[in-house]
């Protein structure tokens, strides 16, 4: 069995300190995307997941139905756009009804700060003030809510990078190397600023990254040249978040598409990696297959959760969480057993897992068309439907909370892999 790193074993431990009791974190989230779209007519509009999802008008049964799922911890987060009105102003009225209905609740939320988006204000990714405006965004949150513990600072950099400034899919819709590079530069430094300013409010703050893991694979032989490529680059968001040392054919894609040399070295200056948690996200589309003129399509599921997630772990050495998965019904409970199983095999081979996550609550709105398309499609993803009805995939959830909680706690938190 192999030992978890230094860094990992002090996160590991600070979260047995912090959680108060050994409960592995089964959790659920509130899906909060809110990228902007550019529709056919040429007008941009504010894609709010939270609003096409009914849940500015149903907040307070979808925490009773986190309740009933006997879930515990809830990626949750205020809609970033609505609530940092501009450099020091704040419109706090819907963060402090639902987070302290949330605290009386005992749900204890991990708190998605920045979720695809930005406010109006500060245009998009491309934005060098972006890094220091939402660090102070995020300082006046823990401010508000010095007690809480559990942060997600910036959700999915891989993606939000990609589908803005590499695909031309939302806000800055645009697709060079060069702007996806900018973007994942302030994507990264707002995340690790935003996690130096929680720290300083909360010091015994946990910062849990939800990332996107993927793979490419080659279709061919002569294919692999450029899936290894696209197999290291992957990995940026959390090499710069983690101050990991790059290898040089990927630094060389950095510098020659508006990284300095400074701008590198501030990541590996200013890594606060002891304090977080891989999260590890896994879709049946996080796979693709490179082909031999260059472009890459969907493979399917190929390797899974389990094979995808040991390859970060192995590079990082950190605790990990299963933070993001579904498909849609029917036959989403049988997704969710294989997700489960993936899971536990990890956690039995050694690797430091501390929780699982169905996302998200309720059903979601044209994410079919990765929120590109306004269309109102109901995507059938949920725990509940919009109706607030369970689907079976919920009842099944619930089902294996109650089944596996009591033997997941009995074995102290997963300490037992840290080998002190």
Known sequence: MEFITKEGRAVYQQLGKTMRMNRFM??????????????????????????????????????RLVQEMGIEFLRYGPPYYRVHLGPGRYDWSFVDATFNRLHELGIEPIVDLCHFGVPDWLGNFQNPDFPEH??????????????????????????AASFSAEKGWWNEQLKSDRAYVTALKHLCKANVMAMHEILR??????????????????????????AHFLNEKRFLSLDLTYG??????????????GMSRQEYHWFLQNQVKARCVMGNDYYMTNEHMVYCDGTTGPSG???GYYVITKQYYNRYRLPVMHTETNIR????????????????????????????????????????????E????????????????IRPVGEAYRRLIHQWRETLESESFGLHFLHV
């Open 374 to 389: 306004d269309n109102g499609n109901v995507n059938a993803l949920g725990l509940y439907d919009l109706n607030r009805n």
């Open 201 to 226: 409010v909360q010091p015994q703050a946990t910062f849990i990254q939800s990332e996107s893991s993927e793979y490419f694979h080659a279709d061919e032989p002569s294919c692999y040249p450029l």
């Open 244 to 257: 990991y040392p790059i290898r040089a054919t990927v630094y060389e894609y950095l510098m020659e598409n």
């Open 134 to 159: 939402f660090a102070e965004y995020a300082r006046a949150f823990a401010q508000r809510f010095p007690y809480l513990q559990f942060y997600t600072p910036v959700n999915e950099i891989f993606i």
């Open 301 to 303: 599921e190929i390797f």
């Open 26 to 63: 089964f959790a659920t989230g509130i899906e909060n995307s809110y990228p902007n779209i550019v529709l056919p007519d040429g007008k941009t509009k504010r894609v709010d997941e939270m609003e096409k999802c009914g849940h500015y008008q149903h907040w307070e049964e979808d925490f």
């Open 329 to 372: 019904e029917p036959g989403a409970d049988q997704w969710l057993r294989k997700q489960w199983a993936n899971a536990v095999r990890l956690r039995r081979d050694g690797v430091p897992l501390a929780g699982f996550t169905w996302y998200s609550l309720t059903d979601q709105v044209d994410w079919d068309s990765a929120l590109r």
